[in-house]
């Protein structure tokens, strides 16, 4: 039996999804629905769905982070998008990230038929190839990773001065710690505390060039709250301390 979720904020279409759909035929059961992103990624995170169909401009939620990072930590998960939203550069990125059909607002019963016939279909190809050893991963979870990890080393990068902490990182891109470990070592070759130390390391250089900065604010700014912690991490990514750094540029 394939679990189905089912997200979207529109509760007419989350029912009428529910209960128009013969899901039966095709061996699959609605285990879960949500009516927002929120609700609904913590829902897949319980449940793991091989199916789900979702909603992608709902409040609070960046559609396709979140195929991206369904798709990278859940590559056998298949995804059809239901949107009103009309823009061929929005779908056809969405299917490059591993969407298995993308449907437009009012959607016919013979196109979610097809849809459901074949996402079930690559469900049991993937069963099928379940024990022959895996030698690279799919184009689209190479896609999806680099797609998340793009958008994690942004969000470091804008938001360095912070308390950031791999878990603020995970929460924005809608994946778990480990997998965005895994996915920033994979895609960037650097760890989450090298990305965030680099871009603080890289502010700092600029405003040095201010000499009316004392070099504890600088620090501050970057989002050091340890002087000596700023020191360490500034001569490890320059060779030389920060006034050694500022006396070189005189």
């Known amino acids: 039996m394939y679990k189905?979720?089912?997200?979207?904020?529109?509760?007419?279409?989350?029912?009428?999804?529910?209960?128009?759909?013969?899901?039966?035929?095709?061996?699959?059961?609605?285990?879960?629905?949500?009516?927002?992103?929120?609700?609904?990624?913590?829902?897949?995170?319980?449940?793991?769905?091989?199916?789900?169909?979702?909603?992608i401009r709902m409040p609070g939620m960046d559609g396709l982070t979140m195929i991206a990072a369904l798709k990278s930590e859940?590559?056998?998960?298949?995804?059809?998008?239901?949107?009103?939203?009309?823009?061929?550069?929005?779908?056809?990125?969405?299917i490059r990230l591993g969407v298995t059909r993308f449907l437009l607002k009012p959607s016919k019963m013979e196109e979610l038929e097809e849809a459901v016939s074949v996402m079930v279909q690559n469900l049991s190809q993937r069963k099928e190839y379940a024990d022959d050893e895996k030698t690279a991963?799919?184009?689209?979870?190479?896609?999806?990773?680099?797609?998340?990890?793009?958008?994690?080393?942004?969000?470091?990068?804008?938001?360095?001065?912070?308390?950031?902490?791999?878990?603020?990182?995970?929460?924005?891109v809608?994946?778990?710690?480990?997998?965005?470990?895994?996915?920033?070592?994979q895609h960037v070759e650097k760890s989450f505390s090298d990305i965030l130390n680099n871009a603080r390391i890289e502010k700092a250089k600029e405003l040095l060039w201010e000499p009316s900065l004392r070099i504890g604010d600088i620090a501050e700014k970057v989002g050091f709250l340890d002087m000596a912690h700023f020191s360490r991490v500034f001569k490890k990514y320059t060779g030389l301390s920060a006034n050694e750094f500022r006396n070189q540029m005189k």
């Not at 529109?10 to 879960?32: F, H, M, R, T, Y």
């Not at 913590?42 to 199916?51: A, G, L, Q, S």
Request: aromatic fraction near 10%.
């Open 174 to 185: 809608y994946v778990s710690q480990w997998h965005l470990s895994k996915i920033l070592n």
């Open 4 to 55: 189905v979720v089912i997200i979207d904020d529109e509760p007419i279409i989350v029912e009428g999804l529910s209960k128009a759909v013969p899901w039966e035929k095709w061996n699959c059961q609605v285990v879960a629905t949500a009516e927002n992103g929120q609700s609904g990624i913590e829902i897949i995170k319980r449940e793991n769905p091989d199916i789900l169909f979702s909603d």
């Open 74 to 94: 859940h590559p056998h998960m298949q995804i059809a998008i239901l949107t009103g939203f009309r823009d061929f550069e929005y779908a056809r990125e969405a």
């Open 137 to 172: 991963e799919e184009p689209e979870e190479t896609a999806a990773g680099s797609f998340i990890a793009q958008n994690a080393v942004k969000y470091i990068e804008e938001n360095y001065m912070e308390k950031l902490k791999l878990s603020d990182v995970a929460d924005h």
